[in-house]
């Protein structure tokens, strides 16, 4: 064992300025040395999106003992990357990423930016935790958000996560949080996506809006129903992202290419 | 049953004028009305990245008899949704995306605009089917892939996907490609992930870059065991990532949680 404090990496998608990332990285820094790598502006919605054939900049913005901040012209993902790759001295031992500004539960995990950077960390054999408060307003309170956190950094700094897996934490606005429950991501869908608006010069544009409709409202395994009853949901979630019954189910494939050989040689 | 034809609704992330979305495009059109949505320039590694708070447009650039051609300003998950929201009259039967000029195997699904496209699609409980080719050239000749990606949709229109899984399909650059293999994907990761150059005012930034390192090379079930081979490899994917495995050892958080109730409220 080293001697050395935990070293946590920390970023987020609502840029280095949100309130939500100085919430979370206060109320980690008695658990290690934490390091603050986040973009410099809003990157909503990026999910695992990285940026190739452009200049990628990271930039000391703040420096105190045993913490320390920086900010990219990149994505959540790039910051991992950035921060690995050209900053740290060794592998962070912890992960965090938000407290996102709006939830990141059932489907709109695959959006999320927060979770494209915590995905980053676990391909790189990091514990990683993504974490999101179901409010978007800028100026939220967080209200109960930094005990739960601390309990959950705590936890799993102490009992490791299982390779290839990670964390994704909703945290419910409600005026009295009801614990934990491990939960699995609802499924649904989102609707009217779009905003068909007229600018001044009579331009038509569409904007990005919408409303997520869960296909299973009552089944109390889900990540929606615990939000919706004052729990903080958490989801373990994967990077392989095999279908693994499907791989018997789909060798027809293999045998039916084979019969039409002749078509393709 | 319609007597209409099937609706198949293509995209890429290497932009409207790629190569490889002509080649699919054309590949395709003998099985139904082909209608192609796809971003005006490169979106790589845009993952499942959405554009919220920005103007979407979506203009036809081509029309003839049960085959037009729109692009957007958009991500590659834009596309899917502008489609399906702003322009069709009808749930596509089918969603291809690509022909991606380089591979998107292994932990690479996770970064693919291509394949952000496809789970997009499965979001919408849609079939969907995303194709790479394993050389990143703009005029590589995408040699033997028409034949399979013909069969591969084929094939699916016939019998379709289970709900919630879509198709990862890459076909390697090879003289004889030796068939179809079902396959999980490989575990790995990136490194050496930046070039650190320097312009001509002096100053210093990163370049995305980088190795695969996969750590699995003789696992015969990966996909990159059956591309290295000369297969096509066909890796079915999830969109719900909930790792269902880990729900019992974690519930100890839950526990945990509750003892420290005095803590949190």
Known sequence: MSNKKPLILVTNDDGVD????????????EFGEVVVVAPDSARSGQSSAITPNKAMKIEKVYQED????????????DCIKLAMNTLLDRKPDLIVSGVNHGSNSAVCVIYSGTMGAVMEGCINEIDSIGFSFCS???????AGAENYIK???DNILKNGLEKGVCLNV??????????????RQAAGYWTKEYELKT???????????GYFHNIEPDAE??????????????????????????LKRLSYLEQSL?????IVN
């Open 18 to 29: 949100a309130k939500g990332i100085y919430v979370l990285s206060q109320a980690i820094r």
């Open 199 to 209: 600018d001044e010069s009579g331009n038509e544009a569409y904007w990005l809006t």
């Open 221 to 246: 395994d889900t990540d929606e129903w615990a939000l919706s009853r004052g729990f903080v949901s958490v989801v373990p979630c994967v990077i392989d992202i095999t279908a693994y019954n499907q």
């Open 66 to 77: 045993d913490f320390s901040i920086y900010k990219t012209n990149g994505t959540p993902v």
């Open 170 to 183: 909703n945290i419910p606005q409600t005026e009295e949080l009801k614990g934990v429950k491990i939960c």
């Open 151 to 153: 309990l959950i950094v």
């Open 136 to 142: 978007e307003k800028h100026d939220t309170d967080f």
């Open 258 to 262: 084979k019969l039409s050989e002749a």
